[in-house]
């Protein structure tokens, strides 16, 4: 016999002051701003509708408790924001995903509690999860279970945001513009004030991305500037202008980043040429003979990222990030300096489960093919940081585990911080001497002891050193 309880939804509800972790990775996606229509259905108290409208969104809220008078109607971008995880009916919990998915007229934006926070959650199994003492019902999700589960009830292809957070598309020109956002961000225009600085906006564009930019590709500023000459005459100032090395190295660069888009595009699930955002179209015309010539090159690039010598050939010959018998270990500041069949290992690993918004180092496991993000929140500020959380994703099985160091009493922490980094980082030389030191004063002598807080802080005294920021000074007597 099949249990049935009505839990006390309601009481899930939180006020809000500052707009949630969906809303604010869905926000600096550009999949909410004010040039769209929002419906927050099942928006609780209202917080992220109230921080919503206060970026000049348009935005509505409705939910069964608090807003039931709130007339239902479509939205460009509908919000459902840890709604699944609280309704203890199987069916009536994939139903409301689905009403959710026919409110979306471009996006559908679905988030969930993780099981990783089990020990947050205490009380009774109930069904395919718990009745809290509160009388309400918690299912956690685990982070690849939840986008499974959204794409088997829409029926489309997802893309994980971030761990717990889905993005349903309507249309796959609408995923792989999200996509492209992602994986190659728009770089910023050079401001324009005038003709000349218009036209010196343009030739900067050229040398960075290797070609002429179309008209439509421009910022409305730089396009009215602009807008007097001919398209020739535009054309031969710029190539008598732009630096051919630049513009080379920019074609170059821009061709890998088509790659790698088109290889990701794969690993999610490949559209036709014209579902691709305008940029790429006009970057693969100019690039390449073919679209079809992309996509085998591209797929090529795929296929190498299965082959363990070929990955631990490009960490060894990559010239950012630090290199260890078993994994690459990359900040993000370098990220986009590793060889593209890396940078494609750790899109795939963030497309499949979600890169998490706080991370500080990327780890890439050179045999098998797991990616970790490891958070370090000090390590600009801390000669030798500790460890935060790590999250996981294991792309053969697609699980993942998520570990939390917050209240350890024995972090593990980072030394050697420069070669975390690309060599040109302007922080470098200052990590560089500071490792120099310690290698001098002995403090790596016993590199199994070093690994943790405890054993690091032994070899200080040990050595008879102490920190002051960045500078390794001798101990004061005691």
């Given at each position: 016999?099949?249990?049935?309880?009505?839990?006390?939804?309601?009481?899930?509800?939180?006020?809000?002051?500052?707009?949630?972790?969906?809303?604010?990775?869905?926000?600096?996606?550009?999949?909410?701003?004010?040039?769209?229509?929002?419906?927050?259905?099942?928006?609780?108290?209202?917080?992220?509708?109230?921080?919503?409208?206060?970026?000049?969104?348009?935005?509505?809220?409705?939910?069964?408790?608090?807003?039931?008078?709130?007339?239902?109607?479509?939205?460009?971008?509908?919000?459902?924001?840890?709604?699944?995880?609280?309704?203890?009916?199987?069916?009536?919990?994939?139903?409301?995903?689905?009403?959710?998915?026919?409110?979306?007229?471009?996006?559908?934006?679905?988030?969930?509690?993780?099981?990783?926070?089990?020990?947050?959650?205490?009380?009774?199994?109930?069904?395919?999860?718990?009745?809290?003492?509160?009388?309400?019902?918690?299912?956690?999700?685990?982070?690849?279970?939840?986008?499974?589960?959204?794409?088997?009830?829409?029926?489309?292809?997802?893309?994980?945001?971030?761990?717990?957070?889905?993005?349903?598309?309507?249309?796959?020109?609408?995923?792989?513009?999200?996509?492209?956002?992602?994986?190659?961000?728009?770089?910023?225009?050079?401001?324009?004030?005038?003709?000349?600085?218009?036209?010196?906006?343009?030739?900067?564009?050229?040398?960075?991305?290797?070609?002429?930019?179309?008209?439509?590709?421009?910022?409305?500023?730089?396009?009215?500037?602009?807008?007097?000459?001919?398209?020739?005459?535009?054309?031969?100032?710029?190539?008598?202008?732009?630096?051919?090395?630049?513009?080379?190295?920019?074609?170059?660069?821009?061709?890998?980043?088509?790659?790698?888009?088109?290889?990701?595009?794969?690993?999610?699930?490949?559209?036709?040429?014209?579902?691709?955002?305008?940029?790429?179209?006009?970057?693969?015309?100019?690039?390449?003979?073919?679209?079809?010539?992309?996509?085998?090159?591209?797929?090529?690039?795929?296929?190498?990222?299965?082959?363990?010598?070929?990955?631990?050939?490009?960490?060894?010959?990559?010239?950012?990030?630090?290199?260890?018998?078993?994994?690459?270990?990359?900040?993000?500041?370098?990220?986009?300096?590793?060889?593209?069949?890396?940078?494609?290992?750790?899109?795939?690993?963030?497309?499949?489960?979600?890169?998490?918004?706080?991370?500080?180092?990327?780890?890439?496991?050179?045999?098998?093919?797991?990616?970790?993000?490891?958070?370090?929140?000090?390590?600009?500020?801390?000669?030798h940081p500790r460890i935060q959380s790590s999250y996981m994703v294991d792309l053969q099985s697609l699980e993942t585990s998520?570990m939390s160091y917050a209240k350890s009493k024995n972090r593990p922490l980072l030394h050697?911080?420069?070669?975390?980094?690309?060599?040109?980082?302007?922080?470098?030389?200052?990590?560089?001497?500071?490792?120099?030191?310690?290698?001098?004063?002995?403090?790596?002598?016993?590199?199994?002891?070093?690994?943790?807080?405890?054993?690091?802080?032994?070899?200080?005294?040990?050595?008879?050193?102490?920190?002051?920021?960045?500078?390794?000074?001798?101990?004061?007597?005691?």
């Amino acid at each position: 016999m099949q249990q049935t309880w009505n839990s006390e939804r309601r009481l899930t509800a939180i006020g809000r002051a500052a707009l949630s972790v969906p809303a604010r990775q869905a926000f600096a996606d550009r999949q909410l701003g004010p040039e769209r229509t929002i419906l927050d259905y099942g928006c609780g108290r209202g917080g992220d509708v109230r921080s919503l409208e206060r970026l000049d969104c348009r935005v509505t809220g409705w939910d069964p408790y608090y807003r039931p008078e709130t007339k239902l109607e479509r939205a460009d971008v509908v919000l459902l924001t840890y709604v699944l995880n609280v309704i203890e009916d199987p069916e009536e919990r994939r139903n409301t995903l689905m009403r959710a998915w026919q409110l979306a007229r471009t996006v559908l934006i679905t988030s969930a509690r993780l099981t990783w926070e089990k020990s947050k959650v205490r009380g009774q199994e109930f069904g395919d999860g718990l009745i809290t003492s509160r009388q309400t019902f918690q299912h956690l999700f685990g982070a690849s279970e939840l986008r499974d589960y959204v794409e088997e009830v829409t029926g489309t292809r997802c893309v994980s945001a971030s761990p717990g957070v889905v993005y349903a598309f309507k249309d796959d020109s609408a995923r792989l513009s999200y996509l492209a956002h992602r994986i190659v961000p728009d770089a910023e225009w050079l401001a324009s004030e005038d003709t000349t600085s218009a036209i010196a906006a343009v030739i900067d564009h050229v040398e960075r991305r290797g070609r002429q930019p179309r008209v439509e590709e421009m910022p409305r500023p730089v396009a009215e500037l602009l807008a007097h000459l001919k398209p020739n005459d535009l054309k031969r100032l710029v190539r008598d202008s732009a630096d051919p090395e630049k513009v080379s190295e920019g074609a170059k660069h821009t061709t890998l980043n088509t790659l790698l888009f088109l290889a990701v595009e794969l690993f999610n699930g490949r559209g036709p040429f014209s579902s691709l955002p305008f940029s790429v179209q006009l970057d693969v015309r100019t690039f390449f003979s073919s679209y079809k010539e992309a996509c085998r090159r591209s797929d090529r690039l795929l296929l190498k990222l299965r082959d363990d010598g070929y990955v631990r050939g490009a960490m060894n010959a990559s010239q950012v990030g630090k290199v260890t018998p078993t994994a690459l270990y990359v900040h993000r500041r370098a990220l986009d300096r590793m060889p593209t069949v890396l940078r494609l290992y750790e899109h795939c690993a963030s497309i499949a489960a979600g890169r998490p918004q706080e991370w500080t180092v990327a780890k890439l496991k050179h045999q098998g093919r797991a990616v970790s993000w490891l958070d370090y929140p000090d390590f600009d500020k801390d000669p030798h940081p500790r460890i935060q959380s790590s999250y996981m994703v294991d792309l053969q099985s697609l699980e993942t585990s998520h570990m939390s160091y917050a209240k350890s009493k024995n972090r593990p922490l980072l030394h050697r911080k420069h070669e975390f980094l690309a060599p040109d980082d302007p922080d470098v030389p200052r990590y560089r001497r500071l490792t120099e030191s310690e290698l001098k004063a002995g403090l790596y002598a016993n590199p199994h002891l070093i690994g943790t807080e405890d054993g690091w802080a032994a070899e200080l005294i040990r050595c008879g050193r102490e920190l002051r920021g960045h500078r390794l000074v001798r101990r004061a007597a005691d």
